[in-house]
């Protein structure tokens, strides 16, 4: 009995690992604001070597009160933020956040971060699963151009 | 009229003619192509309004005056465009040569006066250019400015009871001013420093 339990665990903790390894975020920045500011913004990529789709369901974060995911969309001349309730990574694709585009939106940030600091983001999934990341605190580069990636 | 005369007449009349041919298929633009979508056909002289900025002065249609003014229509609660558009102003502003520094001024107009006061939007635009001018006021007035350059702003829904969270859509064009007070040009995403720069020098040279 003992065995199996223990073998069970192992299984698990194995999984864990063997998705882990699937699902793998990189280049992820927060991009340093006014000191004043009350928002703050997220980017990161997202590849999901996995079999099967994954969807994002809700981040979080103990230096923010709040944090949404938000595609920014231009229509008719104006720039929108549009809330978005799941972030999905088809199997084998990467979904890139970056500005203008996909983002997470960081409210009510409970200390004042420059660049330099750190922040962690826990990622939730569909699935259940939770990945942790550390997330570097860094100023806007030039002209902030398009993150470029090999598939 | 001797007979070398007259070849040399006729070959100058045949010149004529062809410039003539290949200007009437070829007209010079008046505009520059890489301009076409920037400029305006004809500038449009703005109108009074009555806002402040940062440091609680007034700002008015003649803070327009002898300068080159980049205009901005945005809200500090704004997480994306707004610090990436600013970012790529204050790269194009510390680039600029000192001579057209020195009647080139960025404005940044707040859309929610609400929660952008003068001591918020001070600090906030400061942490890009400490020369950058902030603007708040009336919503009226606002509207009265944003109108005039044909921007527009929507205020959405907040998703907290408290009404302290919502997001405001709006225009993300950078606008240009005159010296003569005048919507001159405008810039529209997307937005990278050295393009506007490149642009910025060559209207002020045509002007």
């Known amino acids: 009995m003992r065995l199996l339990k223990f073998l069970l665990v192992l299984a698990i903790s194995f999984s864990q690992i063997a998705w882990a390894e699937s699902v793998q975020i990189s280049e992820q920045w927060v991009r340093e604001a006014p000191p004043n500011a009350k928002v703050l913004a997220a980017f990161m990529l997202i590849d999901n070597q996995s079999a099967e789709s994954q969807t994002i369901i809700s981040v979080t974060s103990p230096d923010f009160g709040t944090i949404e995911i938000h595609q920014t969309v231009e229509h008719d001349g104006m720039m929108h933020m549009k809330k978005q309730e799941q972030l999905i990574i088809n199997s084998k694709q990467q979904v890139i956040l970056k500005p203008g585009s996909y983002h997470l939106m960081l409210m009510q940030p409970k200390r004042q971060l420059t660049a330099g600091d750190e922040v962690d983001l826990t990622l939730k999934f569909a699935s259940d699963e939770e990945l942790i990341i550390k997330v570097p605190v860094r100023k806007s580069s030039a002209s902030e151009k398009p993150v470029h990636h090999h598939h | ?173 950078i606008f240009l001013i005159n010296p003569k007070m005048e919507l001159h040009a405008g810039f529209s995403q997307p937005h990278i420093a050295e393009v506007i720069s490149e642009q910025y020098n060559l209207i002020r040279n045509l002007y």
Not at chain 2, 25 to 35: A, G, I, K, Q, S
Not at chain 2, 68 to 74: D, M, V
Not at chain 2, 149 to 169: H, R, T
């Open chain 2, 1 to 173: 009229m001797s007979q070398k005369t007259t070849i040399i007449v006729s070959l100058l009349v045949l010149l004529g003619i062809a410039f003539g041919v290949v200007g009437w298929f070829f007209p010079r633009p008046t505009v520059p192509v890489e301009l076409q979508a920037i400029l305006r056909p004809d500038s449009k002289p703005l109108h009074e309004f009555s806002l402040i900025d940062q440091n609680k002065n007034v700002f008015n249609l003649e803070s327009f005056k002898d300068k080159w003014t980049l205009l901005f229509f945005g809200y500090t609660f704004c997480p994306d465009i707004c610090p990436t558009t600013l970012t790529v102003l204050k790269q194009f502003y510390d680039k600029l040569e000192p001579q057209v520094l020195a009647n080139t001024q960025v404005v940044f107009v707040s859309v929610d006066p609400e929660r952008d006061t003068p001591e918020h939007i001070a600090k906030y635009v400061a942490y890009f250019n400490k020369d950058f001018i902030g603007v708040t006021g009336e919503v009226t007035e606002i509207n009265k400015l944003a109108l005039q350059n044909g921007a527009g702003y929507i205020k959405g829904s907040s998703p907290n009871d408290d009404n302290s969270n919502y997001q405001i859509s709006h225009t993300s064009t």
